[in-house]
Structure formats: C-alpha cells, structure tokens
C-alpha cells in the first residue's frame, strides 16, 4: 500500500517560472513531511521540511504549504533555474515509533533556459 | 565534509557472488538505514539499526543481511546477487526517536551492477 502519492511523475518548467509539485499521504500519524533533492548518481539530499503545526514554511525559493485536514503538501519552487533541475522526493514519517520515511514517487524536474 | 560514507561508490559483482557494501558515519548518530533505489524509482526501505537493535522490512528479500559492528559502521551483504538487484544503495542516518532534530542523512550511494 502506497503510503504517499507523489505528482506528477515529469515536469517541465520554463526559467524564471514557478514549479509545484504535490503530495498526498495516507497515515494521520505521520507528524514530519521532508522534501528531498536528488541529482543523477548522488543521493538524496534534505531540501525543506515542515510539521503539521504550520502550514507554510519558506527557504528563499522554496515553499512548502501544507493542509493538514485534506492530507496534502506541495512544494513550490519559485524563480526556477537550470540548477535546479533534478528529481524531487516529498516524504513522510513519524517522530516517535518507527521513524523510517515513506517516500512519494518521485518528480523528475527539467528547468528550461 | 561528508557525513554518511559509502564505499565503494561502485560495485560489479557477478550472479550469485557474495557482496558487501559498507556505510559509515560521522554523525554518531543512532540509527542507521539501509534502502534500495531501482532506476526512475523512490528508495525503498530494506532495514534499519536503532543502536544494535535490528528492524527488518517485511518484504526484504532474505538475500540481504545486515551488520552493525559499532555505531559508526554498517554493513549491507548480498548473499546471493541476483540480476533483479541491481539498484543504487542508500545508507542514511538519524538520531532517532526523542531527538529534537529529525532530519535524515543520506550517503552518496552504492550503484550496484550484477552481470
């Protein structure tokens, strides 16, 4: 059973432009929703992350709202540039008990120039 | 400076061969984490060690095993490679349970190759 519901799968984005991806997440006990950053060949690497306390949270060009009643969270990324380009992972765990994440999909990120 | 180490970056084993892959950490965190990530997919959860306590995964093949000698060093073995295992690893760690700062670490990878 897929914990996390990741989308889209691709996106394409012009420079300069808004990139949004979106998250869904089954368990009401997760308390802890990080967004990581992959480029090819590394491993992932912690972008932003968010309790369900708030519901928006801003690190320069990167946002991360979350609805806590409707179970989603999305990750904004503002100004896009060419670096920028990589997979994008939104997950999900807990802070007590197993706190192993559950990862959504994954969102391939192309900016163009 | 790099906080999870994996070596070697690399692997090429052959069907059937035995394989190690190792972790180690500078964090002192306790908890380690081992997962697979096939191509174009989102890592999957294989186990993890809180201190030297040792978590399996339901659905983990019994071809993996893991060792935690001490809290900087983990192990990944293969008993058996099969082509299907062929996957980037990932070690990550965290402080575990308590810990104000929930943040994972994750490893460069073991990009593994079976032939």
């Known amino acids: 059973q897929q914990q996390v519901k990741q989308s889209p799968q691709s996106l394409i984005v012009q420079k300069g432009g808004i990139s949004i991806i979106n998250c869904a997440y089954e368990?009401?006990?997760?308390?802890?929703f990080p967004w990581y950053q992959q480029f090819p060949g590394k491993g992932p690497a912690l972008l932003i992350a968010i309790r369900p306390d708030v519901s928006e949270k801003k690190e320069g060009r990167f946002t991360i709202s979350f609805n806590k009643s409707a179970k989603q969270f999305s990750l904004h990324i503002m100004d896009s540039q060419p670096g920028d380009s990589a997979t994008y992972f939104c997950a999900a765990s807990k802070s007590t008990g197993r706190r192993a994440l559950t990862f959504g999909s994954g969102t391939r990120l192309q900016v163009q120039p | 400076d790099a906080m999870v180490i994996q070596n070697p970056r690399y692997q090429v084993t052959q069907f059937g061969k035995p394989v190690t892959l190792s972790c180690s950490q500078t964090l002192n965190h306790n908890v380690m984490y081992w997962y697979q990530q096939k191509s174009s997919q989102a890592p999957k959860l294989l186990f993890h060690y809180y201190d030297k306590d040792f978590n399996n995964e339901a659905d983990t093949p019994d071809n993996f095993q893991s060792r935690r000698p001490n809290t900087s060093f983990c192990f990944l073995d293969i008993r058996s490679p099969g082509l299907g295992d062929a996957a980037m690893y990932l070690c990550a760690v965290d402080e575990g349970q308590g810990a104000r700062n929930t943040e994972a670490f994750f490893g460069q990878g073991t990009r593994l190759t079976v032939v």
């Open positions: 368990n009401t006990a997760f308390d802890y």
